[in-house]
């Protein structure tokens, strides 16, 4: 079970929260099977919380049934003091062929406070998540992943003033050591802002995808692409402009960068038998941005 910021995940085969009911990392679907199992979410704090589920199928948001609930995207649960709550998934219509598969879960979604110390306890702790590797039918490999020369769409490389760790730094200017908090915008303003990310130690292999409102969205207004894959010796850092359109919709938007790392690499090397990797496996992300619009 995956324990963040005072809430834990666990993706299990009954509604019973012991390891023996765990998903295997690996799971093998006939043409046409559902993938099905359940989600375990256990807020292990003094107050009452609201949590946000989606998921996601090679690093594209897709509905699935969550509780009993089919054809959203977006489920929000809510949680008392110290409650364990067991939800039914299912997701249907899986191609044939191999697949990364990931629930995630965020904590305290819709608190649109503007306070700084809530924005920076948003870094890193108020995301959970669960990934597996799917195959349907007769196949057992990932897919095979082209990478972004990420120099070429960096604007500088950055130095030692970046903070350490991996994933995903936002800044309002290049290669900064000044994380981006909050913002009054206007309603259909063209927002820049920076993506710092890199790695420390170890050589990555990673994916990236911008949400607003919990919704992906291209890195920059004039792409497609709802996720980059990229890769990082040590020691390696960039700044990466990115930008987006300001809703019209009047109070506090979320923006946020998810960080997944290793993409479509496989987690077992036999069934329960758990790959180890050089750096930890699971996706972080970065601040929750508080664009106010007024």
Same mark, same amino acid.
């Given at each position: 079970?995956?324990?963040?910021?005072?809430?834990?995940?666990?993706?299990?085969?009954?509604?019973?929260?012991?390891?023996?009911?765990?998903?295997?990392?690996?799971?093998?679907?006939?043409?046409?099977?559902?993938?099905?199992?359940?989600?375990?979410?256990?807020?292990?704090?003094?107050?009452?919380?609201?949590?946000?589920?989606?998921?996601?199928?090679?690093?594209?948001?897709?509905?699935?049934?969550?509780?009993?609930?089919?054809?959203?995207?977006?489920?929000?649960?809510?949680?008392?003091?110290?409650?364990?709550?067991?939800?039914?998934?299912?997701?249907?219509?899986?191609?044939?062929?191999?697949?990364?598969?990931?629930?995630?879960?965020?904590?305290?979604?819709?608190?649109?406070?503007?306070?700084?110390?809530?924005?920076?306890?948003?870094?890193?702790?108020?995301?959970?998540?669960?990934?597996?590797?799917?195959?349907?039918?007769?196949?057992?490999?990932?897919?095979?992943?082209?990478?972004?020369?990420?120099?070429?769409?960096?604007?500088?490389?950055?130095?030692?003033?970046?903070?350490?760790?991996?994933? /995903?730094? #936002?800044?309002? !200017? @290049?290669?900064?050591?000044?994380?981006?908090?909050?913002?009054? +915008?206007?309603? =259909? *303003?063209?927002?820049?802002?920076?993506?710092?990310?890199?790695?420390?130690?170890?050589?990555?292999?990673?994916?990236?995808? /911008?949400? #607003?409102?919990? !919704? @992906?969205?291209?890195?920059?207004?004039?792409?497609?692409?709802? +996720?980059?894959? =990229? *890769?990082?010796?040590?020691?390696?850092?960039?700044?990466?402009?990115?930008?987006?359109?300001?809703?019209?919709?009047?109070?506090?938007?979320?923006?946020?960068?998810?960080?997944?790392?290793?993409?479509?690499?496989?987690?077992?090397?036999?069934? =329960?038998?758990?790959?180890?990797?050089?750096?930890?496996?699971?996706?972080?992300?970065?601040?929750?941005?508080?664009?106010?619009?007024?």
């Amino acid at each position: 079970m995956a324990g963040l910021e005072g809430f834990g995940i666990a993706l299990l085969d009954a509604p019973i929260g012991t390891k023996e009911h765990g998903m295997r990392k690996a799971q093998f679907l006939k043409p046409g099977e559902n993938l099905s199992g359940y989600l375990s979410v256990i807020n292990q704090m003094h107050d009452a919380y609201d949590y946000l589920i989606f998921c996601l199928l090679d690093y594209k948001q897709v509905s699935f049934t969550f509780d009993n609930e089919s054809g959203q995207i977006l489920h929000k649960i809510h949680l008392e003091p110290y409650e364990a709550g067991f939800y039914p998934f299912e997701l249907n219509e899986i191609e044939e062929g191999g697949h990364d598969f990931e629930i995630v879960v965020i904590f305290r979604p819709y608190e649109q406070s503007l306070n700084e110390t809530f924005r920076r306890s948003t870094h890193g702790g108020h995301l959970g998540s669960m990934r597996l590797n799917l195959f349907v039918g007769n196949y057992s490999d990932l897919p095979v992943v082209n990478y972004t020369n990420m120099s070429a769409i960096s604007c500088c490389s950055s130095g030692p003033e970046y903070p350490p760790g991996e994933g /995903a730094f #936002l800044t309002k !200017e @290049p290669c900064s050591a000044k994380p981006w908090l909050t913002e009054d +915008v206007e309603p =259909g *303003e063209l927002l820049n802002y920076i993506i710092n990310t890199g790695t420390n130690e170890v050589p990555v292999t990673f994916a990236m995808m /911008a949400l #607003l409102n919990y !919704e @992906p969205m291209p890195i920059n207004v004039n792409d497609s692409d709802l +996720v980059i894959f =990229g *890769e990082f010796e040590p020691e390696e850092f960039v700044a990466i402009p990115a930008s987006l359109i300001v809703p019209e919709e009047k109070g506090v938007h979320e923006l946020l960068v998810l960080w997944f790392p290793v993409p479509y690499k496989r987690l077992e090397t036999s069934p =329960g038998v758990r790959v180890r990797f050089e750096r930890w496996p699971w996706t972080t992300t970065s601040t929750r941005v508080g664009l106010n619009v007024s």
